[in-house]
């Protein structure tokens, strides 16, 4: 059973926030823990001093003392609990968020829906040492967390990267604070999504307008050529004492010694009977390889295909490192229990080749345009993923190498991808006839009995909500052995 | 025209409201509290013989303050206000006259803008203790012209430089900068030339700009660099008490070393009839300001504004004290920005932007500074340069579309929305007031 106020277990409490940080992101060094001092009193300030001095000063809020700075307009029942001493993996957090989802907005090519919730504590990451994760902490409650998730319209493919979109928020014609970049966020519950803390001067009604930019990222098949155009839309919403007790009512505690286990929650919508029992494991077999898209109560939820759902040659990896050795946890029987991982992150790489008939028109796709004229021969993609509900792992730098008899013959960067069949991934095309490609390095196809082995520059650059901000860090290189079968780029002529 | 509530504000909030509002009782009431304060002392005079200034109106680095490394700094207290000629037919908002409605300044005009002109500079020594000033000229003024500048000045319309930016544009004529350390010095000269002030510290006015040329006032922007500056505005909605209090910018750190700035002689356009002059972009932009330092940590911020080194090795301090007079990025990281991308995750603005270096030497000339205009955090952001083509240039190495990082940690752009741009031609002194676009032919 879910404590009635989790917020009075001292030992959970919000009092020490280096707790909430946990043991991989503490502060390292003296000067770290100066700065992380230093970060927490500008946190304060941020919020306090924005919203209950400058904004609530300005409009003739209310004083805005010490009290009222602490409660805010929730009057204090925003869940500030946290994980103590959580695993270095994908857990499960204290609760299950509520929020008030708005109707689907078009802007362009692009469709939006909105969503809305209290403020919420997440980590911000640029970078990959400890240094690099700053734990967001809104102190008080005069404001909301907004978010959208965008999609294709044409495909459904939810937009899973980090593309700069752009919140300008206005009350009766008036512009409301700066305007707001969202951070391109990952949460259990929601997926990849846009988001943050906005805070709002007091009661009343807002209307957002949302610019999405054209898209920068690699996209192919039905996407190439989609959302260059940059787009706008618009949606509205109330902030009021009924807003805030739906979303604050709505919470959802799990029991409390299920909290920091390894697992996730499943995907908003999915599970009806909200049990605490039946949260981990997500989907991972279900075998939806469709178009990343689920519609849950028509939130749109980005996953990649199961396994199994590539056409190509899935490259063998060793299950046993980057931590699978721990991946059996919640009883999860899946192909997705094969694969490697790095740092909990399962990680699938398919090579697709010209001689294989049945994915010809996947290497034709997947190698684009750009391409075409110089006969592709291989195409590899590496798509890393969210060990539960196959969330893609976006706004990473990937490189594969490739070594034959212990030899290194070829290093590839991966190009971050979106195709409009097998959605996010990282690739690159790997051998062609003609000869002037991008990398001159790709000569050498990647044969049968070579070792491929994808490592991770830079982890994914994405905002982490509760239960994701351990994981995904210091991701560690995977080895695959390409498989017999896979005749290689040699005899392709 | 409303005062700020002196009642509410720290002293420096006070004269920096004052500044950002303008005006005639702005000014008695900027005068009379810096009269009692530290500001007290005499304004240094001017000069009476105009050849004794320099021939360029953007020569200020002679005549502006240094710090302890030899950078220059910028006068503390700017204000940009727009004009339009009066003579025209009464233009929108924008400026906008269409081709109709203008028509080319009278002799007249030219010589009352230069007798206004030396006029302030009888007034104020021509330094940062005293007030430094350009005109400078937009596109659309010169279209009112027959003929089109000449191929040695550079002088695109303004439009959008990335894909995410929607900015309107500077059209209205010109654009007079004013600057000095002084804020009642900003706000006399432009009273002298727009108000009804008989005298500028202690020299009489012959006339003023009112017949020649129209403000925009919706247009006017103010604003302020030097340390301790922005955290004195913490008053104003969205500048979070966390900025320091040693920073010179809003964004928290030093910025224009000796050694990242273009010479004034590099941005000097060396041919042509408006040789001795230069071209100007200014930028507008919002900053969301609590997000950088609200859920940004020193390490981030240090990342994202100067390099991932920097924020590895500590190189910059809190608010770039440990710097001299270099940003630090040094050839390897300029070299390395790609390759950072990748490896951090994140890239710096300043390693960033100095991959538009020639030959090691920058070609902006960045006289930018903070402002709470319209109460709330932005940057104008105004860089000299030989021609525009090398400011559009420089900011597409800043944009760094080439570069594989997502756009959060892509240096500085997720803090920065740009509302703005205009280009001007800021011309030789000699051709301030006026000019045509092919003069002395
Ligand atoms: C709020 C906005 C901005 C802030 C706070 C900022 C801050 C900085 C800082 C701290 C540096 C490094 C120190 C130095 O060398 O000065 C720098 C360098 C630089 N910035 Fe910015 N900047 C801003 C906007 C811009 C914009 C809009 C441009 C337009 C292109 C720009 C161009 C440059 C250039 C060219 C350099 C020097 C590169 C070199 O060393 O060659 N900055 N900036």
């Avoid at chain 1, 990647?446 to 901000?469: F, K, L």
């Amino acid at each position: 059973m879910a404590p009635d106020d989790p917020t009075a277990d001292d030992s959970a409490g919000s009092s020490d926030r280096r707790t909430a940080i946990g043991p991989v992101l503490a502060p390292a060094t003296d000067t770290t823990t100066t700065a992380t001092r230093r970060t927490l009193l500008s946190r304060t300030g941020a919020i306090s001093g924005a919203l209950a001095t400058g904004l609530a000063g300005c409009l003739g809020l209310g004083g805005g003392g010490d009290d009222e700075e602490q409660d805010g307009d929730y009057g204090g029942r925003q869940p500030t609990v946290t994980v103590e001493d959580p695993p270095n993996a994908v857990f499960l957090p204290t609760h299950r968020e509520a929020m008030r989802v708005g109707e689907p907005v078009t802007a362009g090519e692009f469709r939006f829906v909105p969503m809305l919730s209290y403020p919420h504590p997440f980590w911000t990451i640029a970078g990959s040492d400890d240094a690099a994760v700053e734990r967001e902490t809104p102190d008080v409650g005069r404001g909301v967390h907004m978010m959208i998730t965008v999609q294709d319209r044409e495909t459904g493919l939810v937009v899973p990267v980090d593309e700069g979109i752009q919140f300008r928020i206005r009350s009766d014609g008036e512009r409301v604070g700066s305007p707001v970049s969202p951070w391109a966020m990952l949460s259990q519950e929601m997926g990849f999504h846009f988001g943050d803390n906005v805070g709002l001067p007091g009661d009343g009604t807002y209307e957002v307008e949302v610019t999405i930019p054209p898209l920068s990222v690699r996209r192919t098949g039905v996407l190439a050529g989609r959302g260059e155009e940059r787009a706008t839309g618009t949606f509205e919403f109330e902030y009021d004492d009924e807003f805030r007790d739906q979303v604050i009512d709505g919470i959802d505690y799990l029991e409390r010694d299920r909290w920091g286990e390894r697992g996730a929650l499943e995907p908003m919508g999915a599970g009806a009977d909200g049990s605490d029992g039946s949260d981990s494991g997500g989907s991972d077999a279900d075998g939806n390889a469709g178009h990343g898209e689920m519609d849950h109560a028509h939130v749109p939820y980005a996953t990649v295909p199961a396994v199994d759902a590539y056409a190509g040659t899935r490259l063998v990896g060793d299950a046993s490192s980057g931590g699978a050795s721990s991946a059996g946890a919640d009883g999860e029987e899946t192909a997705a229990a094969e694969l490697p991982r790095s740092d909990d992150a399962p990680i699938v790489a398919v090579l697709f080749e010209t001689d294989a008939d049945a994915d010809e028109s996947d290497l034709a796709r997947l190698a684009g345009d750009e391409n075409r004229t110089q006969n592709p021969e291989q195409y590899l993609l590496v798509s890393p993923r969210t060990p539960y509900n196959r969330v893609p792992l976006p706004d990473a730098a990937l490189t594969a190498s490739i070594e034959r008899d212990g030899e290194l013959v070829a290093e590839h960067e991966l190009e971050q991808t979106l195709d409009s069949e097998y959605g996010h991934h990282y690739g690159v095309v790997v051998s062609g006839t003609g000869s002037d490609t991008s990398d001159s390095e790709s000569s050498s196809a990647i044969r049968s009995g070579d070792s491929v082995i994808v490592s991770v520059d830079s982890p994914p650059q994405v905002a982490r909500h509760q239960g994701y901000e351990t994981a995904f860090l210091e991701m560690e290189a995977v080895t695959f052995e390409v498989p017999d079968g896979a005749e290689g780029g040699d005899t392709g002529n | 025209m409303t005062l700020p509530d002196r009642s509410a504000l720290s002293r420096r909030a006070y004269v920096r409201a004052l500044v950002a509002v303008g005006g005639g009782a702005a000014l008695s009431a900027c005068l009379d509290v810096t009269r009692d304060g530290d500001d007290a002392d005499p304004v240094p005079a001017g000069t009476d013989d105009p050849d004794s200034l320099p021939a360029r109106q953007h020569a200020w680095n002679e005549f502006s303050a240094r710090d302890e490394d030899g950078n220059v700094q910028l006068p503390e207290h700017h204000a940009l206000v727009p004009l339009s000629l009066a003579s025209d037919a009464a233009g929108d908002a924008e400026g906008n006259n269409g081709d109709d409605g203008t028509t080319a300044p009278s002799e007249d005009d030219r010589q009352t803008t230069e007798t206004a002109l030396r006029t302030l500079e009888r007034a104020y020594e021509w330094s940062h203790e005293g007030l430094v000033f350009t005109l400078g000229y937009t596109p659309a003024y010169f279209d009112r012209f027959e003929g089109s500048l000449p191929d040695s000045v550079d002088l695109p319309a303004p439009e959008a430089l990335t894909a995410r930016e929607d900015p309107a544009f500077d059209e209205f004529d010109a654009l007079l900068h004013l600057a000095s350390d002084r804020p009642d010095v900003v706000l006399a000269a432009e009273e002298g030339l727009f108000g009804d002030r008989n005298e500028l510290n202690g020299i009489d006015l012959e006339t003023d700009l009112t017949g020649v040329f129209d403000r925009h006032d919706d247009r006017r922007r103010t604003g302020f660099v030097g340390a301790g500056l922005p955290a004195s505005k913490t008053d104003v909605p969205g500048v979070p008490e966390s900025v320091p209090e040693d920073a010179p910018f809003l964004m928290g750190f030093r910025s224009g070393f000796a050694r990242t700035q273009a010479s004034e002689d590099r941005v000097t356009i060396d041919a042509g009839p408006f040789a001795g002059g230069t071209t100007q972009h200014v930028s507008s932009m919002d900053i969301q300001l609590d997000v950088w330092f609200g859920q940004d940590n020193h390490h981030q911020r240090v990342s994202k504004l100067f390099s991932p080194t920097h924020a590895a090795d500590e190189l910059v301090g809190e608010v770039g004290d440990e710097l001299a007079d270099t940003s630090g990025v040094t050839d390897d990281g300029i070299a390395s920005a790609e390759a950072a991308a990748r490896e951090h995750g994140v890239v710096g603005h300043a390693q960033k932007a100095s991959r538009a270096r020639e030959d090691g030497n920058p070609p902006l000339l960045r006289r930018d500074f903070s402002t709470v205009d319209g109460d709330r955090p932005g940057q104008h952001f105004l860089a000299l340069q030989r021609g525009i083509g090398e400011f559009v240039r420089v900011r597409e190495a800043m944009t760094g579309a080439d570069l594989d990082v997502s756009s959060a940690n892509n240096g500085i752009l997720h803090y920065l929305f740009v509302n703005r741009r205009g280009n001007y031609l800021l011309p030789p002194r000699s051709l301030r007031a006026l000019p045509p676009t092919a003069p002395n032919s």
